[in-house]
Nanobody
Framework: QVQLVESGGGLVQPGGSLRLSCAASGSIFRIEDMGWYRQAPGKQRELVATITRGGDTNSADSVKGRFTISRDSAKNTVYLQMHSLKPEDSAVYYC???????????????WGQGTQVTVSS
């Protein structure tokens, strides 16, 4: 089994910054893509940013230039550095990872429990 544990959420004023972390642990042979998604009340979960094992990134237009995704493969950890936060960035942020648990098998999709980010004055 694989566990993803997020940290770093909280309350921040508009224009502020936060850094989210997500550490994967358990029966991990290799982690492929990792990413961050978010879900605001009454809205569907949406992609924020993803990063491949090779370091290629993709992000939503709404966060381009403000959020940066990175990963430390040695630590099985993905980060989301968020700057110039806006009230509309308020949501529960979820970590996602595609994990190969056994050599020769296809990756399985895992999710963290979520961390709340609230941007408000």
């Amino acid at each position: 089994q694989v566990q993803l544990v997020e940290s770093g959420g909280g309350l921040v004023q508009p224009g502020g910054s936060l850094r989210l972390s997500c550490a994967a642990s358990g029966s991990i042979f290799r982690i492929e893509d990792m990413g961050w998604y978010r879900q605001a009340p009454g809205k569907q979960r949406e992609l924020v940013a993803t990063i491949t094992r090779g370091g290629d990134t993709n992000s939503a237009d709404s966060v381009k230039g403000r959020f940066t995704i990175s990963r430390d493969s040695a630590k099985n950890t993905v980060y989301l550095q968020m700057h110039s936060l806006k009230p509309e960035d308020s949501a529960v942020y979820y970590c996602n990872a595609y994990v190969v648990t056994v050599l020769g098998t296809v990756p399985s999709d895992y999710w963290g429990q979520g961390t709340q980010v609230t941007v408000s004055s």
